[in-house]
């Protein structure tokens, strides 16, 4: 009885130590993981780092545009976290009719967006999140575009795994959708050198994404070569319109639409998609997008892939459930 | 900030080979959503990572919800078996819930049939 006693004491102490990370892991909810999409966000606050996301002749209708960008996000308390991103610009022609030479480049503005965890259900594979985009004015090169006001972006996150349908739905239930819609509030209402107004806008985009690992370990196993087993084919899309203080310009809305692929290892991902403008206003060729993708929460599960705040303290006794 | 994302990355990045990462299920006998013609007398399923034995479950029921499985799954590293009651023809569910050596947890269910 002793022995038994003095088990259940060490099992208790260990439970009660164990950093049990249920809301600190890359977008994982009940069975279904949300991969970190290219494009839009996705909807979860993690420990990960992208670098480098590639554009290569981005969307841009005045030019050719090919992108290097970094972000690198980080968990503060288990729900709050913040993600810093910069990116590298290099545009032919410049952005900026005052840039010396027939190529500008240099870095776009700064940007952060803390981000707070609505909720997550994992019975219906649901998650919500809320984030705050901030375009810092004045901190990149006016000739790849960078402006010298600010914008802010509230921003609603949300995704849903159709993995909670009934079993005879099948193959649908590896289906997950993730979406994203904000708006655009720039600290500015006139730019006084295009001597025109800045218009504020509605941005949105979301994913349609088949999870093959999820078919995998879910649904059914086909017996699939591993690597295919690793793959999640996905489509993006993301749109932006000016709804307000658009006086004297077009209504036009811009916006692409990105299929891809992502495959996903245990510590890493790598996505590519191509980049389909949807009209003339919103570029003037298919581009492509590259990214390598870093999970810090398991790379670094007891420091970094931490919360800097209150990382230890879940205690659920999943014994016995 | 660049220039500290950049030396964050080129520090950590070499600190990688030490970690554990989440403990997705790998396969299982009875295969995910397969259709048996035997009864299996046990369920075994295999992770991508290491288990804590004491954090991590399975339940095995029938259609009508009640457990089928008997009782504490038996772990060793990265396998859990559990043993399963005498199983009539039917639809099967299996949801378990493991927590792996860098302590995320991580959960799924999935289906297999009995004699259809």
Not at chain 1, 18 to 39: K, M
Not at chain 1, 192 to 209: I, K, M, R, T, Y
Not at chain 1, 244 to 268: A, D, L
Request: hydrophobic fraction near 40%.
């Amino acid at each position: 009885m002793p022995r038994l006693i003095l088990r259940a004491l060490s099992l208790a102490t260990f439970s009660a130590l164990l950093p049990v990370s249920d809301a600190l892991a890359h977008c994982i909810v009940g069975g279904r993981f949300f991969p970190a999409t290219l494009t839009v966000d996705d909807p979860c606050v993690a420990d990960e780092m992208s670098f480098p996301t590639l554009q290569l002749n981005s969307a841009n209708p005045s030019g050719r545009e090919n992108d290097i960008e970094a972000d690198f996000s980080k968990t503060i308390t288990q729900d709050f976290g913040v993600t810093v991103s910069s990116t590298w610009t290099r545009v032919s022609p410049p952005a900026n009719a005052g840039t010396a030479g027939p190529v500008g480049y240099g870095f776009q503005n700064f940007e952060t967006t803390p981000q707070f965890q609505l909720l997550k259900d994992p019975e219906h594979e649901v998650a919500l999140l809320a984030g705050l985009i901030v375009d810092w004015g004045n901190t990149g090169a006016a000739g790849v575009g960078a402006t010298p006001w600010s914008t802010i972006t509230p921003t609603f996150y949300f995704g849903k795994g159709f993995g909670d349908l009934p079993n005879s739905t099948g193959f649908v239930r590896a289906f997950a959708v993730t979406g994203q819609v904000g708006y655009q509030v720039p600290t500015t209402s006139f730019d006084p050198v295009a001597g025109s107004p800045v218009p504020q806008n509605l941005v949105w985009g979301g994913s349609l994404q088949y999870s093959l690992p999820y078919l995998k370990s879910n649904v059914i196993d086909l017996g699939l070569p591993d690597f295919i087993n690793h793959l999640i084919p996905l489509v993006e899309a993301q749109f932006s319109a000016p709804v307000e203080n658009n006086f004297g310009n077009q209504f036009v809305i811009t916006g692409t639409v990105n299929p891809g692929v992502i495959w996903v290892g245990s510590y890493y991902q790598i996505g590519v998609e191509a980049i389909i403008p949807i009209n003339r206003s919103s570029g003037t060729s298919i581009g492509a997008l590259a990214q390598l993708h870093f999970y810090l929460d398991d790379i670094f599960p007891s420091t970094l892939g931490q919360p800097l705040l209150g990382g230890k303290p879940q205690t659920t006794a999943m014994a016995g459930r | 900030m660049r220039n500290t994302i950049t030396a964050a990355m080129l520090v950590l990045l070499p600190l990688g080979s030490a970690a554990h990462a989440h403990a997705f299920l790998d396969h299982a006998d009875p295969r995910v959503g397969s259709t048996v013609p035997t009864a299996p007398r046990e369920l075994s399923l295999s992770f991508t990572q290491n288990l804590e034995p004491a954090f991590s479950t399975v339940e095995v029921r029938d259609a009508a919800g009640a457990r089928v499985d008997q009782g504490k799954a038996r772990v060793s590293a990265d396998m859990m078996l559990v043993g399963l009651k005498p199983l009539p023809p039917g639809t099967y569910q299996v949801h378990w819930r493991v927590l792996s050596v860098d302590t995320h947890t991580t959960e799924g269910s999935f289906s297999f049939q009995v004699g259809h």
